[in-house]
């Protein structure tokens, strides 16, 4: 039985191929619970992935770690050509698309925050600084055109991406920079994605040019960060998307603590400490001078998953709520609402006009999660597939939601869609096109997050301190997307709140198969 045991150890890796099978188990394991409704289906779909998982993933771990990425050499004329076209190509791209849904997409909150902008009247449900830079300044900039608001995202967005590539090219090569390329370019939420004005998009541009940096920090032992304006910028863009959205912090402080290990205490000090000031700066003299009126139901942001998992059991088998929850959630929306607008959580029933999300608010957080806790107890087949199909994007495999449309919403601004039409077809067809060949690709955010765990798992060893320091950079994508994914209230928001994260795992995988952590001849030079 030792003799077994130990086989079995071997062969698994060890505590890194255990660890990356039961991740693997879980998210393989979930789409059998959404797919079958008997308890036997579910638990031969679960014992299945189980053994697959730990089939396959230690020899994905044993092939992972055979591969390496050297130091590129000197830098010639072709890289400086291949900088310019890292800028160039994802900005044409995305000006095409722009061609053909002009003005961009505006959905409901773009259109509120537009409004905000023309009528100088803020609110801080969507962050103020978003509004006055993303929607105020380019409308002031360019007397008041529609256009650039989507304009000015495109290059801003163009120029994250630019700097990523040449990060990449750095430190990785033109072969793998040249590939990172195409995956972006050739992805179409890069198009699809950049035509809606959502502070999600901003977010994405400042952790891309956060995430590049740290790699910076890294290869250069922290010396990157000596110099007065990188230390500027690191500390402006640390505090935007802080500020971008109300749970940026769970992406900006893990980064503070990764690149502590690599600048020491004074530095990391005068970034947090700046960081402060900024935001001080913004949610107190600037919301007061702007008279910034204070967004109610802020509750409602943060029990996505216990309403949607409360909904699972309203919609499906309201019969075994208890008399309690069942009184709340039909307080909220009626019965019908539940049956009708419950697709993958809450978010559909939260927007219908039948519902009053100020009972949630009436309720309070604590009541809430306790009457999830009985509606597990109550229906735990429906219960589980309603907590899985609300957070399933962050780590199924298999799952996968994009925009597949560029829309305005009927408002009061004379904002209309007048694009191209046929430029319109070729994207949808397009768009239609990556979902069929390649949606593990571009679409499937599980997928991932399931190689950069694989990555980190085959090349970083826990009792290594470099190894560590290493790890600690790619904390703040897994905590913010993981830690996000208890806030969404429906599996739709997946394509905007996690955009950033098909840009950003090249990165990653580069620090983590760089054979050396030492600064190469070429990372001399700036990005």
Not at 113 to 128: C, E, F, I, K
Not at 137 to 154: H, K, N
Not at 416 to 439: D, F, H, K, M
Request: hydrophobic share 50%; glycine share 6%; charged share 15%.
């Amino acid at each position: 039985m030792k003799k077994i045991l130990k086989g079995f150890w071997n062969y698994i890796d060890g505590v890194y191929g255990l660890l990356l099978s039961l991740y693997a188990s879980l998210a393989f394991g979930s789409q059998a619970v959404l797919i079958y409704d008997s308890f036997a289906d579910i638990a031969r779909g679960i014992v299945l992935s189980i053994f697959f998982s730990f089939l396959f993933c230690p020899l994905l771990l044993k092939k992972l770690r055979t591969l390496e990425l050297k130091a590129p050499g000197e830098a010639g004329r072709k890289d400086r050509l291949l900088r310019w076209l890292f800028f160039l190509i994802p900005l044409a791209v995305m000006l095409i698309a722009f061609a053909a849904f002009y003005p961009g997409g505006f959905a409901t909150d773009p259109v509120n925050q537009y409004g905000q902008a023309v009528s100088s009247q803020y609110g801080d449900w969507h962050p103020v600084i978003h509004t006055l830079l993303a929607y105020k300044l380019p409308l002031l900039l360019t007397g008041g055109w529609t256009g650039s608001v989507v304009l000015f995202q495109i290059l801003w967005l163009s120029a994250a991406v630019g700097t990523v590539l040449c990060v990449i090219l750095k430190y990785a090569g033109r072969k793998i920079a040249v590939f990172s390329l195409l995956l972006f370019v050739l992805n179409p939420q890069l198009s699809f994605m950049a035509m809606f004005p959502f502070k999600d998009m901003s977010f994405a541009a400042c952790t891309l040019l956060l995430t590049a940096f740290s790699l910076e920090i890294c290869f250069t032992k922290g010396e990157w960060l000596r110099k007065t304006p990188r230390l500027i910028a690191f500390i402006l863009l640390l505090a935007l998307a802080t500020l971008l959205r109300h749970n940026g912090i769970l992406f900006t402080l893990p980064l503070l603590f990764a690149v502590f290990w690599f600048v020491g205490k004074k530095r990391t000090l005068i970034v947090g400490l700046g960081v402060l000031l900024l935001m001080g700066l913004v949610k107190l003299p600037l919301q007061k001078l702007l008279n910034v009126q204070k967004a109610d139901q802020r509750q409602v942001e943060m029990l996505g998953v216990p309403m949607s998992v409360i909904g699972a059991v309203a919609a499906n088998r309201p019969d075994a709520l208890d008399e309690e929850t069942r009184e709340f959630a039909f307080k909220v929306a009626p019965q019908e609402v539940w049956e009708r607008g419950y697709i993958d959580g809450f978010n559909y029933v939260k927007w219908a006009p039948e519902t009053d999300n100020d009972v949630i608010e009436e309720y309070g957080a604590v009541s809430v999660v306790k009457m999830m806790l009985k509606s597990i107890k109550a229906s735990p087949v429906t219960a589980l597939k309603g907590l899985i199909r609300v957070t399933c994007p962050v780590y199924s495999p298999f799952y996968y939601y994009h925009f597949k449309d560029v829309w305005v919403t009927d408002n009061a601004y004379g904002l209309t869609q007048t694009g191209l039409p046929a430029l319109r077809n070729l994207e949808y067809q397009y768009s239609q096109l990556a979902g069929i060949v390649a949606p593990h690709l571009f679409y499937c955010l599980g997928a991932m997050h399931l190689l950069i765990l694989a990555a980190v798992l085959a090349k970083c060893r826990f009792r290594k301190k470099e190894d560590l320091k290493k790890l600690c950079l790619a904390l703040p994508l897994l905590i913010y997307n993981f830690g996000t994914a208890l806030l969404m209230t429906g599996a739709e928001d997946a394509c905007r709140f996690f955009f950033y994260t098909y840009f950003v795992t090249p990165l990653l995988l580069i620090l983590f198969f760089r054979k050396d952590a030492q600064e190469s001849p070429i990372a001399k030079g700036d990005a």
